[in-house]
Antibody
Framework: EVQLLESGGGLVQPGGSLRLSCAAS????????MTWVRQAPGKGLEWVSA????????YSADSVKGRFTIARDNSKNTLYLQMNTLRAEDTAVYYC??????????????WGQGSLVTVSS | EIVMTQSPATVSVSPGERATLSCRAS??????LAWYQQKPGQAPRLLIY???TRATGIPGRFSGSGSGTEFTLTISSLQSEDFAVYYC??????????FGGGTKVEIK
């Protein structure tokens, strides 16, 4: 059974940093691209960043480029999102999701339960 | 950036009736289109990918159609568990990937 378990969310002040982790199990992690998607309170879905199975290819939304970094450790079956210089508008539930194949751009067939990040003073 | 526009924003349907949801892309995405269902407090669930292929375990009452810039999700006979918000997403190889604003299917 595929499982994705996010951790690392919480309350952080504007300008601060946070690192989200997503522990994956139930599939061969390195064979699949992974992605982060966020959802601000009461709003729709926003794609944040994606990474290929090897980690060699990454893409991010312009809204987070230069501030957020996606990475993965295939030896630990774990996906990361390093978030720096956080802003109030980054407040959202962050979902880790598995792409259906090993290409950064694809449909996401499994999602984690989400991790809430709140940026506020 | 490819803009995805969903309509209507909300649709009211009685159980057992058909619901038709639309999604339009600002430029062609070919068949690189997925549909997701999201219920309150839950993560999204993949329903349809490649515009018309049902994901694993998705009931046959869900069907997708379209290509290029115009897409449709049809729920042939709404069940109580189908009342939710539905999102379309394009996944061409030109970042960013983008979602539509969502359509809420509510009980009439």
């Amino acid at each position: 059974e595929v499982q994705l378990l996010e951790s690392g969310g919480g309350l952080v002040q504007p300008g601060g940093s946070l690192r989200l982790s997503c522990a994956a199990s139930g599939f061969t992690f390195s064979n699949y691209a992974m992605t982060w998607v966020r959802q601000a309170p009461g709003k729709g879905l926003e794609w944040v960043s994606a990474i290929s199975g090897s980690g060699a290819t990454t893409y991010s939304a312009d809204s987070v480029k230069g501030r957020f970094t996606i990475a993965r450790d295939n030896s630990k079956n774990t996906l990361y999102l390093q978030m720096n210089t956080l802003r109030a508008e980054d407040t959202a539930v962050y979902y880790c999701a598995k792409v259906e194949y090993d290409f950064w751009s694809g449909p996401t067939d499994y999602w984690g339960q989400g991790s809430l990040v709140t940026v506020s003073s | 950036e490819i803009v995805m526009t969903q309509s209507p924003a909300t649709v009211s349907v009685s159980p057992g009736e058909r619901a038709t949801l639309s999604c339009r892309a600002s430029q062609s995405v070919g068949s690189n289109l997925a549909w997701y269902q999201q219920k309150p407090g839950q993560a999204p669930r993949l329903l349809i990918y490649a515009a018309s292929t049902r994901a694993t375990g998705i009931p046959g009452r869900f069907s997708g159609s379209g290509s290029g810039t115009e897409f449709t999700l049809t729920i042939s006979s709404l069940q109580s568990e189908d009342f939710a918000v539905y999102y379309c997403q394009q996944y061409t190889n030109r970042p960013p990937l983008t979602f539509g604003g969502g359509t809420k299917v509510e009980i009439k």
